[in-house]
């Protein structure tokens, strides 16, 4: 029998409800059509996620005629399936790039990450979103002694860089109601969390009402670079001066950055709705999103409907840097027992859903932001590496102004030579190599929690 006994139901449940679309969004009710034709913009954009929808409501804002191609529909991709978090600087892999990029750059690109948070803030309230955001701000989190000084270490070059936090002790952590298997962590005072998929959906809804022509269901094909780009689906073409790929994670298989990034795969799961003794049971009244200090970080949160949703714990990459849709099901075991293991209380609730993704990671750590061409006039961002519902969103006030023949200030601090990836099979080789060990390390954390050492 399974260590984890009559508990083994609930963690095989989370393979059986997968949700190929993600948790956070459906379908929507106005489905925009596919590409049909030839039609001719000022700007094309390729993706209709964070990055693509706000690059194109800040670009028509500027006066620009903006078509925005999407392989599904609107926020299908990463943007709909991440945590949810708002975060800025803290947290960010720092050994990656310290000793790549000047103290001054990378201080300029933290204050970037913070900025994203008041940028998301300030669109909210300009588009009219409902979101569910709470500003409750985020907490680190360490769950075993082992963690606390790179926990510490960590916040400390956050805050010496420009993002704010404050370390919480045990007492702390209780006195805030943070529950118990959360031992001791560092809050951070801006972002907080929200629901992507409303988020996403609302700059959909507000693009589309701005006069934004998206073209749904319309998966670029290919795209030739001149003066005029022309961008090919399977049934029409959009002729446009500039392009931007917005497109993070699938951009490689375009054919672009793929010596820049590397697409991983993440997972998740969610809880059915809590019950009032549940939530009562957990005795987390600021509800603030919380991440571990794992090498794979856990992240643990409540929705606004009282449901639990945990991320990531392990990651995936696929050959090739392929992007393919599947039923992640050892991910979702894995974090169906750190849903138990992390809260015994909820040891009788049903996981509702799970779901995979992709994230595009580069070797640094660091946006990848830029353009290339013999015009210079391909755009693109991705190497959000987990922080993208504020840096991606960012980002489009930056390319819009870029495109529009101005240089945003945040611009020339987000260009760094990028370490280039790998051919295969090495990379493959490499990142189950590194993957693998990542893993290990954290699983070997947690037996000692278990066995309370």
């Known amino acids: ?174 006195a805030r109601g943070i529950p118990p298997a959360f031992r001791f962590g560092y809050a951070t005072p801006g972002g907080g969390t929200l629901h992507p998929g409303k988020y996403v959906s609302g700059l959909r809804r507000v693009a589309i009402a701005a006069g934004v022509k998206l073209y749904e269901n319309s998966p670029v094909q290919s795209f030739t670079q001149g003066a005029t780009i022309i961008c090919r689906t399977d049934r029409g073409a959009v002729h446009a001066p500039s392009l931007v790929l917005a497109s993070n994670a699938y951009t490689p298989q375009l054919g672009l950055l793929r010596d820049k990034v590397v697409p991983l795969r993440v997972g998740a799961i969610e809880t059915e709705p809590l019950s009032a003794e549940q939530l009562a049971s957990l005795d987390w009244p600021n509800r603030e999103g919380l991440t571990t200090q794992h090498l794979v970080m856990e992240s643990h949160r409540l929705t606004a409907h009282n449901s639990l949703i945990i991320t990531t714990k392990r990651l995936g990459y696929n050959y090739g840097s392929s992007t393919p849709g599947f039923q992640d099901k050892p991910t979702y075991r894995e974090l169906a027992i750190a849903l138990y293991e992390r809260f015994p209380t909820l040891r009788d609730v049903s996981i509702r859903s799970s779901w995979s993704g992709f994230i595009s990671f580069a070797y640094d750590g660091l946006p990848v932001v830029g353009e290339t061409g013999e015009h210079r006039n391909i755009h693109y961002t991705a190497g959000c590496s987990g922080h993208g519902v504020g840096t991606q969103s960012f980002v489009g006030e930056l390319l819009a102004e870029r495109i529009m023949g101005e240089t945003h200030p945040y611009y020339p601090a987000l260009q760094h030579k990028t370490p280039s990836t790998l051919p295969e099979p090495l990379q493959w080789v490499v990142m189950k190599s590194l993957l693998g060990g990542a893993h290990i390390m954290d699983e070997r954390v947690n037996r000692r929690v278990r066995r309370g050492g």
């Open 1 to 174: 029998m399974s260590k984890y006994g009559k508990l083994e139901a609930g963690i095989s449940r989370a393979a059986e409800v997968y949700r190929p679309i993600g948790g956070w969004i459906e379908r929507p009710s106005d489905p925009q059509p596919a590409l049909e034709g030839e039609v001719h913009a000022d700007v094309v954009i390729v993706g209709a996620g964070f990055a693509g929808l706000s690059t194109a409501l800040e670009l028509n804002a500027r006066g620009a005629k903006v078509v925005v191609l999407e392989k599904e529909f609107g926020g299908f991709g990463a943007s709909g399936r991440n945590a949810g978090y708002l975060a800025g600087g803290q947290g960010l892999d720092y050994h990656l790039f310290m000793k790549r990029v000047s103290r001054e750059q990378v201080s300029k690109i933290i204050h970037y990450f913070e900025d994203g948070v008041r940028y998301v803030e300030r669109k909210l309230e300009e588009y009219g979103i409902d979101c569910d955001y709470l500003q409750s701000g985020l907490i680190r989190a360490g769950i075993h002694e082992s963690q606390r000084k790179s926990l510490r270490d960590n916040m400390k070059l956050g805050i010496e860089l420009g993002a704010p936090a404050r370390y919480l002790d045990e007492a702390e952590m209780r």
